[in-house]
């Protein structure tokens, strides 16, 4: 008997689950490798760098979500190449894995425009450990500032700055603001953690530029009311354990988040195929790789153009509505059925909180702000996570945050940067 075609799925983020679970039932076998073992719910990742919900309420083990799937087999693994010829992955085990079809849908990761060498002072967040590094440095932050006597230190530790004010930028910046304000100051003895200094500064000229204007100068002004300070029009140039320099100014900080640009996972090197300058691949507009039919690569790692030629926006739903059309044109391959039109996505809105009582959702036909958005942000992200128990569990910590403004995840686990991974119920060291 022979086997089953072959499909090979890389990244069990948003774009490659859906792949999978739309496969189901076709005439395939699945295998998915990713290099952790859990899916990540990253719009919420913010709330785990911020002490707001624990790491675990947010990632599910991908061997889970995947149990009751006999045709899919998952593996713990990261893919370090591709021989197309052989349509071959070479895995970091050194084994190599072959398909028929390959999906890639690797992701990307936060970017420094060139400066690497400021990631060990402004740390990015993409993953589970960037989430619990973050949350160390604002708890420990505001630790070594109660034990401070010079008073310049204690200034500096008590300084918070954001780069980049897209959604996560807004978020963390909100959210900050309110631990230090609402959440943490009837702990502390020696200082004020009210007067903690939260800068976020944005190279362009508005806060959420992918918003509507008004929605920009709302979320602006909603970050001020929260005593958050935002500088636009300034370019970072230097990250140093001093602090940051923008524009002509130099700020003493002891906590730096970066939450600006990403850089697509090395998808394109591995094919050696072209892609744009953040590295995502380009694709034909039914999402393969030029010259090769039997490869694909959805959300984050490639760039797919509009009719209009805007490209399609880096967020979880294009992964998603990507990673299905995919499993489509699989399907229509393997029953000689007619290939599915070209991919056109759907954009449904653009969602962003600040702080725990304001959000801006714009859907283009309408425009919401205030509390009413911010419920249905809530509702929107506890009807995508997965499960009933974390459903619930979510929805409990942020109605006590609501009401009592205690954040209950404001552990600090670690005591260095080297035994962060503990952490993480489910990295792999
Ligand atoms: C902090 C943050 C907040 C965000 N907020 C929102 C939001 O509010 N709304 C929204 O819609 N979008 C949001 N996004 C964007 C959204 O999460 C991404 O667009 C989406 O996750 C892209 O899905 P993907 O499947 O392409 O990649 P991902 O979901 O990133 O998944 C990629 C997977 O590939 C795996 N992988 C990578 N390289 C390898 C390798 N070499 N070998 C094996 N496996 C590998 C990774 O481990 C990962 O599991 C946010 C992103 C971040 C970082």
Same mark, same amino acid.
């Given at each position: ?54 790491? /675990? ?56 425009? %060139? ?86 500064? #944005? ?7 992918? &918003? ?9 002004? /909603? ?16 990250? /140093?354990? #001093?602090?940051?320099? &923008? ?48 490869? &694909? ?11 209009? %030629?805007?490209?399609?926006? %880096? ?110 119920? &489910?990295?792999?060291?």
């Amino acid at each position: 008997m022979t086997e089953a075609h072959h499909v090979v799925v890389v990244g069990a983020g948003f774009g490659g689950l859906e792949t999978v679970h739309r496969l189901a039932g076709a005439p395939v076998r699945i295998t998915v490798v990713d290099r952790r073992n859990h899916h990540l719910f990253q719009p919420l990742l913010y709330q785990a760098a911020t002490a707001s919900l624990a790491p /675990s309420e947010i990632a599910w083990p991908i061997r889970h979500l995947l149990r009751r799937r006999r045709d899919v087999t998952t593996l713990l693994a990261s893919v370090e190449a591709i021989d197309k010829e052989a349509r071959e992955l070479h895995l970091d085990d050194g084994s190599a894995l072959h398909y028929d079809t390959l999906v890639l849908a690797t992701g990307a990761r936060h970017a420094y425009f %060139g400066n690497d060498a400021w990631e060990p002072f402004a740390p990015g967040l993409k993953t589970l450990e960037d989430a619990t590094t973050i949350r160390g440095r604002v708890l420990l932050a505001f630790e070594e500032a109660e034990r401070e006597a010079d008073e310049r230190k204690r200034a500096a530790l008590l300084t918070f700055v954001i780069v980049g004010a897209g959604p996560t930028g807004v978020e963390l910046a909100g959210t900050i603001a309110e631990l230090a304000r609402s959440t943490l100051p009837a702990d502390f003895r020696r200082i004020d953690t009210r007067e903690a200094r939260i800068v976020l500064i #944005e190279a362009g000229p508005r806060v959420l530029p992918a &918003f509507a204007e008004d929605l920009s100068a709302y979320a602006k002004d /909603s970050l001020e009311r929260l005593g958050v300070e935002v500088a636009l029009g300034e370019a970072v140039s230097d990250c /140093s354990a #001093e602090g940051v320099v &923008f524009g002509a100014e130099r700020l003493a900080a002891a906590t730096i988040i970066w939450a600006a640009g990403v850089q697509s996972s090395p998808a394109a090197l591995w094919l050696d195929a072209p892609a744009d300058k953040a590295g995502r691949l380009k694709v034909e507009p039914d999402l393969t790789v030029p010259g090769h039919p039997e490869i &694909f690569a959805i959300g984050d790692a490639a760039i797919v153009l509009r009719p209009d %030629g805007r490209p399609v926006p %880096g967020i979880a739903p294009a992964a998603k509505q990507e990673g299905a059309y995919v499993a489509d044109v699989i399907r229509a391959r393997l029953e000689a059925a007619p290939a599915p039109p070209p991919f056109r996505y759907k954009h449904q809105g653009d969602l962003a909180t600040i702080g725990k009582r304001r959000a801006v959702i714009d859907f283009g036909w309408i425009k919401l702000r205030g509390a009413i958005a911010w419920w249905l942000w809530g509702c929107a992200h506890i009807y995508f996570l997965i499960g009933v128990r974390n459903r619930l569990s979510v929805a409990l910590n942020w109605l006590w945050i609501y009401a009592r403004d205690q954040r209950g995840a404001r552990l600090i686990t670690w005591q260095g940067e080297e035994a962060e991974e503990d952490d993480s119920p &489910f990295s792999r060291p």
